[in-house]
Structures are given as structure tokens and as C-alpha cells.
């Protein structure tokens, strides 16, 4: 995710135009150009085939409806952007409740069962991170217990593995007696968020806006940007190509910002800082149960610390 400050228009300005969004940008404004130059070109100085008895209102009105589309393109990935961003705000939240829950029932001296938690808590969002980017690599979990990643590795759904160990452990000190009953029922709420979050950013990963919204709403786009220049060149001449340019740039650059942030979990440059929200559910966690980590993984949990790509 790209940090910035929202009142530096311009440095904003840059660091979007040098992302993949922006060069896939610029790669379909090029087939733009060269369509509106051949269509310009041949229209002033071969073909007539300018529409003059075309009502501006024609234009106005697939204007607006285009507008419409793209507002609800927009809204719709954006409202998909911020759940994603609530669902892992919660997830930050349960995972301090839960650390403090054992840090306040564990004795002080019992520095197995403190570590058991701290790293097993602060695995379960990493776990999650790679879930929704589909990868199943290990290699960012904390080893608690002998064979533990293992054990993991025998898990197709690695969210549920971790939960999994936390809940086996919570159960085994229960027995022993080390939770009162209505504290082990409170501890149960905390324990089951973890995997309600996994399901609200597994739905979200898993649901994109419907294939035929996207593909009316491409459409609509190629047939408003098709049309333009037949109904302006009259009026505008050559800088009928500069105008068609610039409402292109407009349109089809909506539609792409919708189409990347529509799947927030990903490592596109305005997808959500998993990396950094998990690294700070790690420091907050191993904090809270006095297992206290190096410096550089605190400033890595840090805004700021890293542009991520």
C-alpha cells in the first residue's frame, strides 16, 4: 500500500502514475490515440462522416449513465476495500483482547504457556495473509512447540491449523484449571473472531463485483469513447484527439482503480499493508505478554516504515 500524505497533491501524483495500474493506463489510452488520430485525420481530410445532426443531448444523456455506472463501480469496490480494512481492524483488536486475557490469568513465572500464546496469537494473522494471497508458505511462523509447523503443514486451510492450536491449548488449560468457567465462556468469543474474520475476508476475496456489471460497464466505456469523436470533430477539430484522450483517461482509469482495489488482500500497490498489520498484531501481542521483540520488528510494524508493492 502506497503511504502518503493527502496534502502533497503532487508527489500523489507521481507515485500513481508509476504503478502498473497507471502503465496499464497509458497502454489502452495508447489504442485510444491511434484510433481517434486515424478516425480525425480521415474524417477532415477524406471522409465526411462527422454526425452533425446529432442532438448534443444524445451525448449528455450516455454521459450520465456512464457516470452512474462508474460511481457504482466505484462505490461497490471501495465498500469491498473497507470491510477488508474493518475485518482486519477487528482482527487487531481480538488478538490484544486475547493477550491481555492471558497475560492477566497466566502467572508471571509461567513463561511456557506466555510464549505458547504470543506467538501462536501473532501467527494466526500472517496465516491469514498468505490464506487470502494464496500462498502456503510457512516460513513467517513463529515455532512454538516441537513439530508444530508440522503438524501446520498437514492443514490445506492454515488459519484454521493455527486457530486449531489455540483452542487445543485454551481446552488443556481449562482442565487443569486454570480458567474459571465463565472465563473460558468469554475467552470462547475471543477465540471464535479469529476464524469469523477469516470468513468476512474469505467472502469478500472470494465474491467480485458479477461478470456482467464488468463486462456493460467495459463496454459502455469502448462505445462512449467509439462514438465521441464522430459527434465533436465538427466543433473541435483536431483537438477533438486531446479531448477523447482526456475522457478516456478519465473513464478507463476509474475502472481500473475499481477493478484493483475490488480484491484488497492482494500485493498490488493500493491493496490493504497486510505485511505491516501483521507485524503490529505481533509487536502489540509479545508486548502485552512481556516477550519482548528486537527493535527492528517494532519499526517495522511502524506507517510509514516501508512503501509496500
Request: charged fraction near 20%.
Amino acid at each position: 500500500m502506497i503511504i502518503y500524505k493527502a496534502k502533497h497533491w503532487l508527489p500523489a501524483i507521481w507515485h500513481f502514475h508509476t504503478g502498473p495500474t497507471a502503465k496499464g493506463l497509458v497502454q489502452r489510452l495508447i489504442a485510444v490515440a491511434v484510433y481517434v488520430i486515424i478516425l480525425t485525420v480521415v474524417e477532415l481530410n477524406y471522409v465526411d462522416l462527422r454526425l452533425k445532426d446529432t442532438p448534443s443531448s444524445f451525448l449528455q444523456a450516455m454521459g450520465i449513465l456512464l457516470s452512474l455506472l462508474l460511481i457504482f463501480r466505484t462505490n461497490t469496490a471501495y465498500d469491498r476495500f473497507y470491510e477488508g480494512r474493518q475485518a482486519w481492524g477487528v482482527l487487531v483488536n481480538n488478538c490484544r483482547n486475547l493477550a491481555i486475557f492471558f497475560n492477566a490469568v497466566l502467572p508471571p513465572e509461567d513463561s511456557g504457556n506466555r510464549e505458547f500464546f504470543a506467538k501462536t496469537i501473532s501467527n494466526f494473522p500472517f496465516a491469514l495473509k498468505n490464506h487470502l494471497r494464496d500462498m502456503s508458505t510457512l516460513d513467517e511462523l513463529d515455532i512454538t512447540e516441537e513439530g508444530e509447523k508440522r503438524d501446520l503443514s498437514n492443514f490445506d486451510h492454515l488459519p484454521a491449523g493455527v486457530s486449531n492450536q489455540l483452542w487445543v491449548k485454551t481446552e488443556h488449560l481449562y482442565r487443569l484449571g486454570h480458567f474459571s468457567e465463565s472465563q473460558h465462556i468469554n475467552l470462547n468469543q475471543y477465540l471464535t473472531s479469529l476464524m469469523d474474520v477469516c470468513g468476512i475476508c474469505e467472502r469478500i476475496k472470494s465474491t467480485p463485483i458479477p461478470f456482467s456489471y464488468s463486462l456493460f460497464i467495459k463496454l459502455f466505456i469502448t462505445l462512449y469513447v467509439g462514438v465521441l469523436p464522430f459527434t465533436v470533430i465538427d466543433v473541435y477539430g483536431y483537438l477533438t484527439i486531446p479531448a477523447v484522450l482526456l475522457t478516456s483517461y478519465i473513464l478507463i482509469g476509474l475502472e481500473m482503480i475499481g477493478e484493483e482495489i475490488e480484491d484488497p488482500f492482494g500485493l498490488e500497490r493500493n491493496d490493504l499493508p497486510l505485511n505491516q498489520l501483521s507485524q503490529l498484531i505481533r509487536v502489540n501481542v509479545h508486548d502485552i505478554l512481556q516477550m519482548y521483540l528486537p527493535h527492528v520488528e517494532k519499526q517495522a510494524a511502524k506507517p510509514g516504515f516501508t512503501i509496500m508493492t
